[in-house]
């Protein structure tokens, strides 16, 4: 199965910041990679498919990019209501997986 | 508006079983291939396992395979998780999850429904 390892596990902003998230895969899946926020309570929601397409609603700030192994996920200001924690996956062939995932806090 | 709606978690004692249900609206259900996520407590995201729309092809995570059976019913607009010869390891809140027309990546999560396992 292909490992997605994701780091850092957790980081401490403060708005405005600028915050970059990592996502490595254990072989080459193109650019079949997926971002998720998710807050406490609440299911994953889709933030980047493709690696870099932006789901509809998402905010601008948020972007993603990268290929075969290794993906950023950043947020160029970071805002209160991004205080969550992320989660890539890639769905290059089954099983799918899933990083470890990021939380970040608002400092 | 996509609708997922889980039910059938609860308490289980190891080696039992619980059959968990997602009930879906607001798309054609026969059209997109479906999956359960599942998230221990405080922990990440674990695939569990996907299916076809048709119903035809079905996917497993190592973790479950032999032990879970995914199913659906397109006449109900429903998808099952049939988990058998339940773990502790198992306890988490099990999500159904949309696949995104083409790729399986998941455009719409339901709220989850809780599975926990415990003597």
């Known amino acids: 199965a292909i490992q997605l390892t994701q780091s850092p596990s957790s980081l401490s902003a403060s708005v405005g910041d600028r915050v970059t998230i990592t996502c490595r895969a254990s072989?080459?899946?193109?650019?079949?990679l997926a971002w998720y926020q998710q807050k406490p309570g609440k299911p994953p929601q889709i933030l980047i498919y493709?690696?870099?397409t932006l789901e509809s609603g998402v905010p601008l700030r948020i972007s993603g990019s990268g290929s075969v192994t290794y993906f950023t996920l950043t947020i160029t200001s970071l805002q209160p209501e991004d205080s969550a924690s992320y989660f890539c996956?890639?769905?290059?062939?089954?099983?799918?997986?899933f990083g470890g995932g990021t939380k970040v806090e608002i400092k | 508006e996509v609708q997922l709606l889980e039910s059938g978690g609860g308490l289980v004692q190891p080696g039992g079983s619980l059959r968990l249900s997602c009930a879906a609206s607001?798309?054609?259900?026969?059209?997109?291939?479906m999956s359960w996520v599942r998230q221990a407590p405080g922990k990440g995201l674990e695939w569990v396992a996907a299916?076809?729309?048709?119903?035809?092809?079905?996917h497993y995570a190592d973790s479950v395979k032999g032990r879970f059976t995914i199913s659906r019913d397109n006449s109900k607009n429903t998808l099952y998780l049939q988990m058998n010869f339940l773990r502790a390891e198992d306890t988490a809140v099990y999500y159904c999850?949309?696949?995104?027309?083409?790729?399986?990546?998941?455009?719409?999560w339901g709220q989850g429904t809780l599975v926990t396992v415990s003597s």
């Open positions: 999850a949309k696949d995104e027309e083409t790729d399986p990546f998941f455009d719409h």
């Open positions: 607001g798309f054609t259900f026969i059209s997109y291939a």
């Open positions: 299916i076809g729309g048709g119903g035809a092809t079905t």
């Open positions: 072989q080459g899946i193109g650019n079949a």
């Open positions: 493709d690696a870099s």
């Open positions: 996956q890639h769905y290059r062939s089954y099983p799918l997986t």
